[in-house]
């Protein structure tokens, strides 16, 4: 890229639109990460035992896995922006009655609610982004959304510490579990606002038959007429594929291939047992020992950070060294970590407590093996895998496979711990850990520096899964 003025507002402009629609990534990481902090307190105003709290962190999940299934059809027909800022009212109503919930059932309904739009938006905003990022700066935006999605976690740790322990309101110091869940109205204005600045997707508009609009588009972006062109021809090639999915699915093995693959991806990224740390820390520092409700918000904050920094090493490395060789190391450092955790659980922490820091060191460390590999690669593989035709249908699969897979990690665990205990549940997970490996050797592609046209030609040529990258 030159340094003209020119070129250096087509940056200025272009980020805008990238950070305002990353605004989604960061809403879905506020959302995912603030239920962990809020819990005990809700726990203790509403008098419920686990099973109610599984539910409440969970009713979210599913919200977003109706959420992601509808937005295909919402996207498509209104538009990508129109969707998008639909999905900022939802999370501004969704996220003000959480906060008001009078009693446990509303919470679980309002949380519902809320998830249609985290799913709207993990669904719409990434392919607004990929649809209107120019071809320079395509990678680095989507993997913008990615990072926000960890930054919306770390800073939902940070504001939950502040109201669990810090934050004065009417006399009350401590505990506004509400105003946790009700802030996030804030940031879902923010983004309401920006969006209605943003233009609609110019390959949208083309699809729609509103050619000059789209090219006005271009143009407040501030492309010369050479690069408008390039980006016309790209969006007319590819509107020449129809995307017939669904016939597609019944005709195609391949594309059935394609589609098992990145459904089978999505669980394993889920199983890793992630979330499990990012709903459930607090808890898991309780059973590491740390008993003070303040230290766990503290160490729970740490994980964010974690979470956020190692996920820069995915961004470092993943067009350099390859989505698998990444692959295999996060997953032997997810599993040894997690089997380090289960043991040092099961060697009895009651009775031994200077077991609790090694067993939290380990913690952290699967956090880094996840947030190397697993948490951004499996979305880039699940990007790449599919049949042009096909495309739409396939991340609707996967996404909302990742979705549901989730809901059924957060719905479980806090019973898993009650019948399995602590230890064999980590080494449980651990043990999954190490069992993924065998499937990344035996079924998933290497995909770095291959066009996406390259990928499909060999899946369609019924090439093993394995083969279809390079
Ligand atoms: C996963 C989320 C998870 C997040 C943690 C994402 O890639 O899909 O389920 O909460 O990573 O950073």
Redesign the pocket.
């Known amino acids: 890229m030159t340094n003209s003025p020119a070129a250096k507002k087509v940056s200025l402009i272009v980020y805008f639109i990238g950070f305002t629609a990353a605004l989604a990534g960061l809403l879905f990481g506020l959302d995912?990460g603030v239920i962990s902090g809020a819990q005990h307190f809700i726990e203790k105003e509403f008098k419920i035992g686990d099973q109610q709290i599984e539910i409440i962190v969970s009713a979210l999940l599913w919200g977003a896995v109706f959420g992601t299934l509808i937005s295909g059809v919402i996207s498509s027909h209104f538009g990508r922006r129109r969707t998008i800022l639909v999905s900022a009212v939802i999370f501004i109503l969704g996220s003000l009655a959480c906060a008001m919930a009078p009693n446990e059932h509303a919470l679980i309904v309002s949380r519902f609610f809320l998830g249609i739009a985290v799913g709207v938006a993990s669904f719409t905003a990434p392919l607004y982004l990929s649809e209107i990022a120019p071809r320079t700066v395509r990678g680095s935006m989507i993997s913008m959304y990615?990072l926000m999605?960890?930054i919306g976690?770390v800073l939902a740790f940070l504001s939950d510490t502040w109201l669990a322990s810090y934050a004065t309101f009417g006399g009350i110091t401590g505990g506004h579990w509400r105003i946790m869940l009700g802030i996030i109205a804030l940031p879902a204005a923010v983004m309401f606002v920006g969006v209605l600045f943003l233009p609609e997707s110019p390959r949208w508009l083309f699809l729609k038959g509103l050619k000059e609009r789209a090219v006005n588009v271009f143009r407040r972006m501030h492309l010369d007429d050479a690069e408008i062109a390039a980006e016309v021809q790209e969006i007319e090639d590819s509107m020449k594929v129809r995307q017939n999915g669904f016939q597609m699915f019944l005709q195609n093995s391949n594309f059935r291939r394609a589609i098992g693959l990145g459904i089978g991806l999505q669980i394993i990224?889920?199983l890793t047992g992630?979330?499990v740390v990012?709903y459930y820390a607090p808890k898991i520092f309780a059973l590491a020992g740390f008993e003070d409700v303040n230290e766990q918000m503290w160490g729970t904050v740490i994980v964010g950070v974690t979470?956020v920094l190692a996920t820069f090493i995915a961004i470092a490395f993943v067009d350099k060294l390859g989505r698998k060789p990444i692959m295999y190391a996060g997953f032997v450092v997810m599993g040894l970590a997690l089997l380090t955790v289960g043991s040092l659980f099961n060697a009895d922490i009651e009775k031994n407590p200077s077991l609790g820091y090694p067993a939290i060191g380990a913690l952290l460390v699967f956090i880094i093996g996840f947030?190397m590999s697993a948490?951004?690669i499996i979305?880039v593989i699940c990007s790449e895998i599919y049949p042009l035709a096909g495309r739409d249908l396939g991340v609707t699969c996967s996404t909302a496979t990742?979705w549901i897979s989730?809901a059924i990690v957060g719905q479980t665990f806090l019973t898993m711990l009650s019948t399995l205990g602590g230890g064999n549940t980590f080494l449980l997970y651990g043990g999954l850990n190490v069992l993924f490996i065998l499937f990344f050797l035996v079924l998933v592609p290497e995909t770095k520096g291959i066009s996406l046209e390259q990928i499909e030609r060999n899946l369609m040529s019924g090439l093993k899964l394995r083969k279809i990258g390079k």
């Open positions: 995912v990615q999605i960890t976690i990224q889920q992630i979330n990012m979470n947030a948490g951004p979305w990742n989730n």
